[in-house]
Structures are given as C-alpha cells and as structure tokens.
C-alpha cells in the first residue's frame, strides 16, 4: 500500500522537475544520487571523477527528463543514463582495448585490500582491465545480455562472452588469493 503513494510522489516530482521547478530537481537528486554515485564508482576507480560523472549524468538526466515515458522504473532510467555516461568516458580516456591475452595482476593491488569483504571486491573489481571490467559491470551488475554489451561496445557477442569469462576467472583466483593470506596461508 506505500508503494502506490510514493510511486505517486516520484510521478508528481518528475513532473514538477520538468517545470523547472528547483526543489522537485533537488529532491530527485538527493533520492537517486547515493545509488547513482554507486554505479558510477563501479566503472570509475577515482572517487572524484566517479562524482563528476554522476553530476554529469544528472545534468542529462534533467536535460532529457521530457523524454521519460512512464515506461519502467525511473530509477532504472536514470541508472542507464549513468552507465552510458560512465562507458563514454572511458571511451574518451582510453580507448578500450580487448585482448584474448592474460592480463599480467600486481600483487601489491592484493596487498593493499582493505579489511570489508565488500571494498574488497570493489578494490578487485577496479584492478581489471578497463574492457573486462566494463563487461563485466555491464552483464553481471547491470544484467545486459552480452548482445547489449556487444552493441554498446561495438564488440562482437563472444568478445563479450569471453571478456566476461576472463574477468570472472581472474576475479575467483584473487579472491580466494586474498583469503588465503587474510587467514595467515600461504
């Protein structure tokens, strides 16, 4: 039953938003941003550059806001938006190269984890090349099918597939690495 009043609320923000009415702008802001700032982190290492693409991807987000048809969540509209926002500038930084080579790992990246398993998989996540890491946030985060990934990336499907499968791989052996000395093994 509350889903329906705040559903509602985001509806009657949205459309106060479009009228250019500053305090409906600023409270979809503070609504989405912590999530948005996530998702942007998970593609950008550096905090900074992170929180200027999702300023960046709000901007869009208040810039195409007529465009939202109602159609789907709205969150899920939005974080669209800040992928695509993300993935364009990786594309400008570096243009992403994929290889069917190993990536060579430094164990320092290992040895400087921080103690939460979940920053630690973060930490793990940001050690992957930019193209792996891409596809993977891509298909196991935001849940593309590698068809998407292939179309976003203008890579073929099993470049997509065996991206991800390499990341994957390179993330279960870093992980069980980083137990193994956590818990005093060698």
């Not at 929180?51 to 960046?56: P, T």
């Not at 593309?144 to 499968?165: G, P």
Request: include cysteine.
């Amino acid at each position: 039953m509350k889903i329906i009043p705040l559903h509602n609320q985001t509806n009657q923000l949205i459309a106060d938003a479009i009228k250019q009415k500053r305090e409906a702008q600023q409270e979809l802001f503070e609504l989405y941003s912590p999530k948005m700032l996530g998702v942007c982190r998970q593609y950008v290492k550096d905090l900074h550059h992170a929180e200027d693409l999702m300023l960046s991807g709000f901007l869009k987000v208040f810039t195409h806001l007529p465009q939202f048809k109602n159609e789907g969540s709205f969150e899920g509209w939005i974080r669209r938006i800040m992928v695509n926002t993300c993935i364009s500038y990786l594309r400008k930084k570096n243009p992403v190269q994929l290889s069917d080579e190993e990536y060579v790992f430094h164990k320092q990246a290992i040895d400087s984890l921080e103690t939460t398993e979940l920053q630690d998989i973060q930490k793990l996540i940001d050690e992957l090349p930019t193209g792996y890491k891409m596809v993977f946030n891509l298909y196991a985060i935001e849940g593309y099918k590698h068809a998407e990934i292939a179309k976003e990336l203008n890579i073929t499907e099993s470049t997509s597939k065996s991206q991800l499968f390499k990341a994957r791989k390179w993330l279960q052996a870093q992980y069980v690495r980083m137990n193994k000395t956590a818990n005093g093994d060698k």
